[in-house]
T-cell receptor, first 116, second 112 residues
Framework: GAVVSQHPSWVICKSGTSVKIECRSL??????MFWYRQFPKQSLMLMAT?????????EQGVEKDKFLINHASLTLSTLTVTSAHPEDSSFYIC????????????FGPGTRLTVT | KQEVTQIPAALSVPEGENLVLNCSFT??????LQWFRQDPGKGLTSLLL?????REQTSGRLNASLDKSSGRSTLYIAASQPGDSATYLC???????????FGAGTRLAVHP
């Protein structure tokens, strides 16, 4: 089956620093990748949709200048949390698909971010 | 705006029971519905995907049904085992651009 990896699996950083999270599709080319965040005991909330070679589309309420998304190739998307604060501590999960609409999304294992 | 609700929020049962988890959605115009399992601190494992034209899907002890017109899906787990303990998430794909809308999940605990 299709495999999506994330790196790192967990990261601790100090308030005010930036953190980059990578999402890779290992055995397929992903035309579109999605970034979700999940707070403890809550469900996944879509943050943004990332298409290869174009700007990401952010969901309402998500600060695009704080959560920088780059999808430079068909197998890699990155999420950079800039000037991280403790309230950014969360579980970040990516998923990937091969278009068209209705395709199954394949999820990565998630990245636990803790900002101290 | 699509909203997904899961009932119950939590469930604790003895091993061997047959279980039903419920999922409802407000907009019946969906492409598909998917059930996932999430273990604590882990990512998602896809269990079953039902296309909008289908009524049910089965995999081992799991059976998921879909009634699109009424906006409901159920996940049936037969002969539950302690290893089934996890959070089960329901998600619908609707609107454009492949957006998955998730429910809050059902936290299942199966005790020996």
């Amino acid at each position: 089956g299709a495999v999506v990896s994330q790196h790192p699996s967990w990261v601790i950083c100090k308030s005010g620093t930036s953190v980059k999270i990578e999402c890779r599709s290992l055995d397929f080319q992903a035309t579109t990748m999605f970034w979700y965040r999940q707070f403890p005991k809550q469900s996944l909330m879509l943050m943004a949709t990332s298409n290869e070679g174009s700007k990401a589309t952010y969901e309402q309420g998500v600060e695009k200048d704080k959560f920088l998304i780059n999808h430079a190739s068909l197998t890699l998307s990155t999420l950079t949390v800039t000037s991280a604060h403790p309230e950014d501590s969360s579980f970040y999960i990516c998923s990937a698909i091969v278009w068209p609409v209705g395709s199954e999304q394949y999820f990565g294992p998630g990245t636990r971010l803790t900002v101290t | 705006k699509q909203e997904v609700t899961q009932i119950p929020a939590a469930l604790s049962v003895p091993e061997g029971e047959n279980l039903v988890l419920n999922c409802s959605f407000t907009d019946s115009a969906i492409y598909n519905l998917q059930w996932f399992r999430q273990d604590p601190g882990k990512g998602l494992t896809s269990l079953l995907l039902i296309q909008s034209s289908q009524r049910e899907q089965t995999s081992g002890r799991l059976n998921a049904s879909l009634d699109k017109s009424s906006g409901r899906s159920t996940l049936y787990i037969a002969a539950s085992q302690p290893g089934d303990s996890a959070t089960y998430l329901c998600a619908v794909l609707s609107g454009g651009y492949n957006k998955l809308i998730f429910g809050a999940g059902t936290r299942l605990a199966v005790h020996p």
